[in-house]
């Protein structure tokens, strides 16, 4: 796998996150696919459950539906510093990839919070155009504590 | 010296359970009675599941208020709990969040042992030790009485796999302290062994009363939520009603899943935000598809046990919340997620999509997040001022309806006995 295709994936999708262009974030993904928010702590103790969890890109379209127009939160958005990927597995055009994050939140009034630090765990794989896109992006965060609420996805 | 904010810290503006003054959210000296009244007192606190600790040795640690305690599995299956504070200096005696011991808890400051009652039973060099002269130095006092020096120790209780905990010899029953109709309501959900889908704090920037009186808020729901109100998960036009403990400081809410009758267009002519019934659609409606799971068309069901415990169903989504204070105007919320052991995969699948519902990233539960804060920002300059809570009424007792804040009444009910206010 192309280490330069796989940062630059991560680096579109950390951009349409911070930029606000959420509605290109499902297109990053398969459909089927599994997007899942999660931590080390359940990881390890083998629990499924995630604070987000979707296996349809149309699971992931609702998030960003949702966050637009419906969902009561307090303005805020996030800066993504996203680390250099480690390819763990390959299998033809299919790889397995880990990536470290780290997101700042920065709230409507102006302060700024680490939020969120942890790998993103993926499959990826191209779509029939070539473009390298998640069949599977598990966000593995190193802590449980999630401060507030999380309306914008990681 | 401000006299007047000294008189307000203890004396309740008006004999009401309707009217709160919000120094009740905001004063130090307050929060730390809460400590001693409340959760150090007469009261059924939460700390574990049973599934947390199944054999012998197994432990989870836990707070009561601020109180840090372990709660163990004893060899005869029987569930301990004490403080979890050495005698000797004080030091935490286990600093994880759970594990497993064979026999005993070692204090890693000094070495001081405590069987899996609480009792100390060992002390390093208790007895002094030899020197290169053969002579032995140091060491306890003979007369020292090592059964005098043992942590706290807390009466436990189980409930349907539930496990509470109490530091008063005086707390009721747990089934009495509940209350006959809320036991029910429990016992209707946690029928069978449980299986923990998943852990998440969240932490949220209020205080700790203002997240249990969100829960006990049968008229916000619908109204904050718009996923509640459009997707008919809980209306108020639709059949239930509220649950109060004869005491106050329990409760249940619910919503039955019948049609809403000639009540349908209700939201609409009120012009309810969170009615975006035929405007706000989802691409992927299987978040929702959920089953008759407990056999009486309750499909929401949200349950509190004071001070601090919530069990919920929304749907197929289940989970318990455990509120813990940190300090005046913060708060933890702990969530676990759970199904049942005897989940079919397809079940399984249901409840992890159903999860999106709640938890710090809940489409509804992402806003009980914030609101508190709200609360405890637009108040930060009106201690003296109170809050109206004076849906249904100004009493405490059950509802065939929840556009009430009976059971809201009822927490302050209960809170003003034991805080003696």
Redesign the interface.
Known sequence: MDLARLVELNALYARVIDTEQFEEWPKLFHDPCLYK???A??VAKG??????????R??L??RI??LR??????GQRYRHIVGLPTVLGQSGDAAEVETPFLIVRIMREGQMDIFATGCYRDKVKPDPAGALRFSERIVVCDS????????IPF | MDIRYEESTTVWPEDSLARVPYWIYQDEANYKREMERLFEAATWNFVCLEADIPNKGDYRTNQVGELPVIVVRDSDGAINCFENRCAHRGALIAFDDGGNVQNNFKCIYHAWSYDLSGNLRGIAFEKGINGPDGVMRGGMPKDFQRDRFSPRKLRTATLCGLVFVTLSPDTAPIEDYIGAEVLGRIRRVLNRPIRVMGRFVQPLPNNWKLYVENVKDTYHASLLHTFLATFRISRLTQGGGVLVSPDGGSHSSYTIAIPEGANAGAYKEQQIRTDQDGKFALADPSVLDSVEEFGDHIQLQILSVFPGFILQQIHNCLAVRHVVPRGVGKMDLVWTYFGFEDDSPEMNRRRLKQQNLVGPAGFISMEDGCVGGFVQRGTAAAADHVSVIQMGGSTAESQETRATEASVRGFWKAYRRYMGY
Do not use: C, P
């Not at chain 1, 127009?69 to 307090?74: G, L, P, R, T």
């Not at chain 1, 504590?145 to 309306?151: G, K, N």
């Open positions: 928010v999660t931590t702590d359940n629990l499924e459950g995630g604070l987000i969890y979707a296996d349809t149309g699971m379209e609702d539906s949702s127009k419906v969902n009561i939160y307090e449980r504590r999630f401060d507030t609420l999380v309306a």
